[in-house]
């Protein structure tokens, strides 16, 4: 039976080394290409750049030639770091249009939702689990249902073009309501009577007892919430017809072949928020999804 155990372990641990390393791949890729010079990418991926650009007239892209995917350049060169931060402030200009749109969201969502998720938690009734239940429906639509309904909402409201097109609909989103809402509804009631009993009031107690013990959902809905928006294309492709107000998510699909370069160091730049987010947050995410952390005595 031991070795039985053993050996089911071991197949698994491969299995998931396995798929690890695929999923890691691209990144790592890119990673490695971004410290790449421009001659040595164009003698790897020349083949496919050229053979893209040359069939992208007649309608169709495909490659003819092997592609030789190179993980540890030749020499390692900052040039395309040099270009992006230094040389074309677009690129940073896209990068923080990604902050200011990304960053407001998280913070009011968090909010609104933390406030709506109490009141669902704390004053139940049939009209509370309708809406509530309303809130379950809008977070199950994509984002493709709800992008007409946004526009025609904008432009009723002559925000279209402008930020707040993008802010408003984040600042509202049904998910982290959702996701905080089951989470505080596993608080203990005994502490929150014992809170009432010490004569702590509604404010009092959504503050010191609800959101304490929310720590872990609320950093995991911060996470989910941020790289969810950071990645965001139909949004700003619909609702922002200024290109100047789009964010790296958009403008990174619009880099030409002629920039591939440019275009690895871009992307490496545009991951290393979010990586460092989820390490840092990552038990907070864990916990905050599994419902437990705080709640667990």
């Known amino acids: ?37 421009k001659t040595e990418i164009a003698a790897n991926y020349g083949a496919l750049l050229d053979n893209a650009s040359e069939n992208r007239q007649g309608g169709k892209t495909f490659v003819s030639k092997k592609v030789n995917l190179k993980f540890i350049p030749d020499r390692v060169t900052f040039s395309q770091y040099a270009t992006v931060l230094l040389r074309s402030p677009e690129y940073l200009l896209k990068f923080w249009n990604s902050v200011i749109l990304v960053v407001p969201i998280v913070i009011f969502q968090l909010l609104i939702a933390a406030g709506a998720a109490y009141s669902f938690t704390r004053f139940r009734g049939r009209l509370k689990e309708i809406i509530f239940f309303l809130y379950i429906i809008l977070m199950l639509m994509p984002y493709q249902v709800t992008l007409v309904p946004n526009y025609l909402v904008s432009k009723w409201l002559n925000i279209l073009d402008t930020r707040w097109a993008i802010w408003l609909p984040g600042f509202f989103a049904p998910f982290s309501v959702f996701l905080l809402t089951k989470f505080m509804r596993r608080i203990p009631v005994s502490l929150i009577e014992s809170a009432e009993i010490d004569g702590a009031g509604e404010w009092k107690i959504f503050t010191k007892v609800c959101l304490p013990m929310s720590k872990s959902s609320l950093f995991s809905v911060a996470i989910l919430v941020f ?35 440019l275009a690895f160091a871009v992307a490496t730049i545009y991951m290393i928020p979010a990586l460092l987010l989820f390490l840092y947050g990552e038990e907070y995410l864990v916990e905050g999804i599994a419902y437990s952390g705080a709640v667990k005595g």
């Open 1 to 37: 039976m031991k070795r039985k155990r053993i050996c089911s372990q071991t197949i698994r641990t491969l299995i998931a080394a396995f798929f690890a390393v695929l999923f890691l791949t691209p990144t790592v890729l890119t990673m490695a290409n971004s410290f790449m010079s």
């Open 227 to 261: 790289i969810d928006y950071w990645n965001m294309v139909e949004q700003p492709l619909i609702l922002l017809s200024d290109s100047q107000l789009h964010p790296l998510s958009v403008f990174l699909s619009k880099i030409n072949t002629g920039e591939v370069g």
